[in-house]
């Protein structure tokens, strides 16, 4: 119903700098929440960053000052800005999100994920 489709993923330096985006389509009504999280092998998925519909946001202690979420003028899609890259940040980073679906299935919810992009961060 709701499709997420990361891209900017890639192979940067250490103190480097990428921009992730996220595209949001399918019977979308509302998008409540946006969150970028990320994977390593052998580890749980952790949480990077949210923004909600309030313009609350949320960093993990260790990306704060270096990483941004923020949603583009079109709303479905958000963007992770990370900056000042080191080699922990390497992980293979997936969009999330939920809300509200449309006409097409009334009174239901969301919450999607997308198939992830990898980032690694190496000299």
């Known amino acids: 119903q709701v499709q997420l489709v990361e891209s900017g993923g890639g192979l940067v330096q250490p103190g480097g700098s990428l921009k992730l985006s996220c595209v949001a389509s399918?019977?979308?009504?509302?998008?409540?929440?946006v969150g970028w999280y990320r994977q390593t092998p052998g580890k749980e998925r952790e949480l990077v960053a949210e923004?909600?519909?309030?313009?609350?946001?949320y960093y993990r202690d260790s990306v704060k000052g270096r990483f941004t979420i923020s949603r583009g003028n079109a709303q479905n899609t958000t963007y992770l800005q990370m900056s000042s890259l080191k080699p922990e940040d390497t992980a293979v980073y997936y969009c999330?999100?939920?809300?509200?679906?449309?006409?097409?299935?009334?009174?239901?919810?969301?919450?999607?994920w997308g198939l992830g992009t990898q980032v690694t961060v190496s000299s």
């Open positions: 923004l909600d519909s309030d313009g609350r946001i």
């Open positions: 999330y999100a939920e809300g509200a679906l449309n006409s097409d299935y009334p009174n239901e919810d969301y919450d999607s």
């Open positions: 399918g019977s979308i009504f509302s998008i409540n929440v």
